[in-house]
């Protein structure tokens, strides 16, 4: 591989500080990045919302071929919301996943049963129950306290009573009030993460650090808007997608795998370029470790 190429993999900084620099990529890279979205895609068939994440890839490596910087980091970018949304459901409650089938999920939104952040979550649930995993149960005292009369969204709503009983907590421990009026609360409703939170909470059922996966999600957020970056060249398109792919990849697979892809070996930032990662793929497929064959 080009050797500028492969400097450019082997950093891992922010998208916005590096994009400058991008060197343009050729024809062996790309048919190298395409193999590694076919593995992948073999990887995700079966998991939940796999589907969308492998249109993701692949939609994004047509819009990065001709050079649409945009809707190819725009996919990028939807693979990191797919996956983070995949691993939140599997760890909590197939009520968001039907919230997202009926599509009651925005007018839930609308009507105010948003959680902004990851830290607003975890500091609801500690609240009220002392407790700091987040898990199908916990995941309820997030969202909103609602008295029997206030009761809108009973699918999506489990009784305090229940919630505690299922903690193994015999007493509610705070007087807890519904939203809309004086009264107690009978029932939680579930709240809708925003993305941000849903990147922090998803990484958080894993005991995952989130930070990386925030840094990566927000550096495409602001390619889109403010920067816009409208004149980069085709070629050069192609290995700035492709780099924010890579790092995405070795992020997500410890999201959705985590017993498979063993979350960060020592502290070395190095482990998670898109160059390492390429090189774990090489030798996850290759067992005689042919490692050398890429650089
Ligand atoms: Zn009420």
């Keep these: 591989m080009d050797k500028k190429l492969l400097k450019f993999l082997s950093t891992t ?37 796999g589907e969308d994440m492998i249109k993701a890839m692949k939609f994004g490596y047509k819009n990065a071929v001709l050079g649409f910087l945009h809707s190819a980091e725009e996919n990028n970018r939807f693979l990191i919301e797919r996956a983070s949304l995949s691993t939140f459901i599997t760890h909590t409650t197939d009520a968001y996943y039907n919230a997202l089938k009926n599509m009651d999920w925005h007018k839930l939104v609308d009507e105010g049963f948003i959680i902004r ?9 500690r609240k009220y129950s002392g407790l700091r995993e987040v898990n199908g149960i916990t995941i309820f005292l ?27 907590m015999k007493k509610v421990k705070k007087d807890i009030k519904c939203k809309y009026c004086k009264n107690d609360a009978k029932y939680f409703t579930l709240a809708m993460p925003k993305a941000s939170a849903l990147i922090a909470l998803a990484c958080e059922t894993v005991n ?23 004149d980069i060249e085709k070629d050069v398109v192609f290995t700035i997608w492709a780099r924010d792919l890579l790092m995405i990849l070795s992020e997500i697979n410890e999201l959705l795998f985590p017993c498979n892809f063993k979350k960060g070996r020592g502290s070395s930032n190095n482990r998670k370029s898109a160059l390492q990662f390429l090189k774990d793929w090489k030798s996850r497929k290759n067992s005689t470790g042919n490692i050398d064959s890429i650089s």
């Design 208 to 230: 995952k650090k989130s930070n990386r996966l925030l840094k990566i999600y927000a550096n495409l957020s602001r390619i889109l808007h403010p920067y816009g970056f409208t």
């Design 142 to 168: 997030a969202g909103r306290p609602v008295c029997e009369k206030h009761l809108k969204w009973e699918d999506y709503s489990m009784s305090i009573h229940e919630i505690f009983s299922e903690l193994g």
């Design 117 to 125: 952040s990851g830290g607003e979550a975890l500091t609801k649930i």
């Design 13 to 49: 900084e922010g998208t916005l500080s590096i994009i400058k620099k991008a060197p343009p990529s050729d024809d062996k890279f790309r048919k190298l990045i395409k193999k590694v979205i076919l593995d992948e895609a073999k990887l995700l068939k079966n998991v939940l919302l």
